[in-house]
């Protein structure tokens, strides 16, 4: 992921990323994101690293611990950082004003929700493409899902008024996430009360977890055209 690019976006998104890197000092516990953006920013943080920058990190994915250990930095768990000073992530849609995210796209939306939640500030990295005015326009609502009844699960995820997908890879075999689950995608088209449905899709039986992250989010830096902008929570 290091190096430079000719697509302007990515280089704006490159620079998100060391805006959200810079945040983070000595002797903190940083949550590492999962994606393309997040792999920018962990790009970062290495760079950081290498000139002694000293931290620990909670990965959101394999991928990213795989990307943060060949960096060199050290990770941890939950065991000895229950709490995290600060979470670092991407997201598929950002709402404008709430700032509340639909992610999981990339499937790792179960330990980033973990890794968000435990977090006293979470930091969302995106470029301008990734605003909506309503969650749901534009992205499914990735919902983790245990294997065993997956249809069931789906068959009352299509009762609250989405178009439910099995996700599988472009090889056709079945995507299964860190966790050994499944992820149906589920379209809502644009959602009128994120916090209720997160409810409600969090009700039904056989549901692990879902990328709806409601009221999580404390600032999202957003790299566009005119260069970076930075949202806080109200
Ligand atoms: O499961 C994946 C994550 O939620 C990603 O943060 C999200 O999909 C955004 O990824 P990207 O930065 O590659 O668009």
């Keep these: 992921m290091s190096g430079q690019n000719s697509d302007p976006m990515v280089e704006l998104k490159r620079r998100a990323a060391e805006e959200a890197a810079a945040m983070v000092q000595d002797g903190m516990a940083v949550g590492l994101g999962t994606g393309s953006t ?25 991928r990213s611990a795989e990307q943060a250990r060949a960096l060199g930095i050290t990770l941890v768990d939950f065991s000895t950082h ?10 598929d849609e950002v709402e404008r004003g709430s700032l509340d995210l639909i992610k999981g796209l990339g499937g790792a939306l179960l330990r980033e929700k973990i890794v968000a939640a435990a977090a006293r500030r979470f930091v969302v990295i995106v470029d301008e493409g990734k605003l ?4 749901g326009s534009r992205s499914p609502v990735p919902v983790e899902v245990t294997p065993f009844g997956w249809e069931s699960t789906a068959r009352q995820l299509g009762e609250l008024g989405a178009r439910v997908a099995l996700r599988i890879k472009r090889d056709g075999e079945l995507f299964v996430t860190d966790g050994g ?28 977890e879902s990328g709806l992250f409601v009221h999580r989010t404390s600032e999202v830096i957003v790299a566009g055209r005119q260069g970076l902008t930075r949202l806080v929570a109200a």
């Design 38 to 62: 997040a792999a920018l920013m962990i790009d970062a943080l290495g760079r950081r690293w290498a000139d002694g920058l000293r931290f620990v990190g909670i990965p959101t994915s394999e």
């Design 82 to 91: 229950a709490r995290l000073d600060l979470a670092i992530d991407g997201a």
């Design 132 to 135: 909506v005015d309503h969650l």
């Design 181 to 208: 689950n499944l992820i149906l995608d589920c379209a809502f088209g644009p959602i009128e009360d994120p916090r209720a449905l997160e409810a409600a899709i969090g009700d039904i039986v056989g549901v692990i």
